[in-house]
């Protein structure tokens, strides 16, 4: 499929700390897209590993470094200041693990014209089994659901234009906003939601804006879900590790994110603690089911330890 070139660039902020591996990655895909017209900023904050030096065998990307106490909200929000000051008016969210194919960048731009005031995202796929994750999500946070996968939720049908609306948007994964929506919404809640939970906030007001979220069903983004395999898993922690999850601020678990979510957007704001409370207890059931089910699937294994 062939489309036109657009003249103005789509500026790509990618926060990273560390993993060059999925960085270089993302980037030799990125620079093997058809859609050529591409600005990248690669905004390190704190690595540690070879980073800083192999990035420089990237001369395209634009090596920004950045505070090592930024974490994924503030590292992000650098980028799209950047990207604003430089006349962006397309910025694309992306992780450093997360891999495009060609023509993805190329079928998400098709979606955009001129001064629209919507968010576009691809369907996303598990690296490298291909199987979708999410094509559209949706919250109840009446019954403690910040985030809530149906299970026909990833069924397409037809939608005009190859653009499903959408409820919510999962992350920072090749999602494209216009810089006309940034202006309206302001940034990213650093303050408050330093990591976890920034992006859902952000979405979550653009839908009191009516701003419309879509996932363009023609386009994949490939993610590696190697460093989230633990949230899907919660039954191979122990308990110390368990309880940690609730204060880790690397955690979706974390009781601060919860709280904050939850004294936003919960539909009778007096009673939020409701919520967190619901939210809570189902993922402590989830953990001591999952525990057993671990702990009894390796006891009986010759040379077996459960810690």
């Known amino acids: 499929m062939q489309h036109k070139q657009k003249k103005v660039p789509l500026f790509i902020v990618i926060p990273v700390f560390?993993?060059?591996?999925?960085?270089?990655?993302?980037?030799?895909?990125?620079?093997?897209?058809?859609?050529?017209n591409i600005k990248i900023l690669l905004i390190d904050h704190g690595s540690s590993d070879n980073t800083k030096k192999e990035i420089v065998h990237y001369p395209e990307v634009q090596h920004i470094t950045a505070s090592a106490d930024l974490w994924w909200t503030g590292a992000t929000n650098v980028g799209i200041r950047e990207a604003i000051k430089s006349g962006a008016k397309y910025i694309m969210l992306l992780n450093n693990d997360c891999f495009f194919e060609r023509d993805t960048i190329e079928k998400l731009m098709c979606h955009?014209?001129?001064?629209?005031?919507?968010?576009?995202?691809?369907?996303?796929?598990?690296?490298?089994?291909?199987?979708?994750?999410?094509?559209?999500?949706?919250?109840?946070?009446?019954?403690?659901?910040?985030?809530?996968?149906?299970?026909?939720?990833?069924?397409?049908?037809?939608?005009?234009g190859n653009l499903k609306p959408a409820?919510?948007?999962?992350?920072?994964?090749?999602?494209?906003?216009?810089?006309?929506?940034l202006g309206e919404l302001g940034l990213f809640d650093e303050k408050e939601l330093p990591h976890y939970g920034a992006d859902h906030d952000f979405y979550l007001r653009c839908r009191q804006k009516n701003i419309s979220?879509?996932?363009?069903?023609?386009?994949?983004?490939?993610?590696?879900?190697?460093?989230?395999?633990?949230?899907?898993?919660?039954?191979?922690?122990n308990f110390r590790q368990f309880l940690n999850t609730f204060s880790d601020r690397r955690s979706h678990r974390n009781f601060d994110v919860l709280l904050v979510l939850f004294k936003r957007?919960?539909?009778?704001?007096?009673?939020?603690?409701?919520?967190?409370?619901?939210?809570?207890?189902?993922?402590?059931?989830?953990?001591?089911?999952?525990?057993?089910?671990?702990?009894?699937?390796?006891?009986?294994?010759?040379?077996?330890?459960?810690?």
């Open 265 to 307: 957007y919960y539909p009778v704001k007096g009673l939020y603690f409701v919520g967190i409370l619901l939210n809570i207890t189902r993922y402590v059931l989830l953990y001591l089911v999952r525990r057993v089910i671990f702990i009894s699937g390796n006891i009986f294994r010759p040379g077996s330890s459960v810690g």
């Open 112 to 160: 955009f014209n001129n001064e629209e005031t919507y968010i576009v995202a691809p369907v996303q796929q598990n690296y490298p089994a291909g199987n979708t994750i999410s094509s559209n999500v949706t919250t109840c946070f009446a019954l403690g659901y910040p985030t809530l996968v149906l299970p026909w939720s990833n069924k397409f049908g037809n939608h005009p």
């Open 167 to 181: 409820s919510m948007i999962v992350g920072g994964r090749g999602v494209i906003i216009p810089a006309v929506v």
């Open 18 to 36: 560390n993993g060059w591996g999925k960085t270089k990655q993302c980037l030799d895909c990125l620079l093997d897209s058809s859609f050529k």
């Open 213 to 237: 979220l879509y996932i363009a069903t023609d386009a994949t983004v490939q993610v590696d879900q190697t460093k989230t395999t633990l949230s899907r898993n919660p039954g191979v922690l």
